[in-house]
């Protein structure tokens, strides 16, 4: 079975790697969730991880290798249990194959440990860019978090859309810990959702 495995991180996010695609799949698995879920968390990842245990995988494409991981470390942890699976991954954007034919690739692995590094330094490079920002923000006199005096009832604080959507995990029986990581929130507010919702 040949697959393609993509993921995004918004419902609406497009882009010419989505059209350019002509070839031919059995299966097409898109997740949309953030990047900073690891791989096998992922619900259409784990769909992945099912068919690949039943045997019925050969071939997975996937545009980049960050797409197969939230860091390098669950990249590479990902593609060394694919590589023992047997299977074929195709990385699209670099036209690179880890078993073309059913051969190993003798440099697939310095490749995809390259790449991985490469991605992950590009992730910690935009946050350090960020936190840069918010320190001279604040260092202009510029004020982060709630405004000074300000408070929000507890009606307002369950109808925030992110809170939203860590109530609708805990009610479909999920941990305070897997709702956090859905809903991109700390656990420490999940907790709050949990006791203001009266959830059992």
Known sequence: MKIKYNRVSTIGQTGNRFTADKDVYDRILLDKISGSIP??????????????????????????????????????????????????????????QSRPEGNRNPIWKMVSTIMSSLYEMELENIKERTMVGRMVFVQNGGRLGRPSGSRENDQFFLKKKTNLVALNCLKKGMTIREASKVAKISVSTVLKIKKLSAIT
């Open 39 to 96: 791989f096998k968390d992922r619900p259409q990842a784990k769909e992945l991880v099912r068919l690949v245990e039943n045997g019925l995988v050969t071939q997975l494409v996937v545009e980049e290798f960050s797409r197969l991981g939230r860091n390098t470390g669950d990249v590479i942890t990902t593609i060394q249990w694919l590589d023992e699976k047997g299977i074929n991954v195709v990385i699209r954007n670099l036209g690179l």
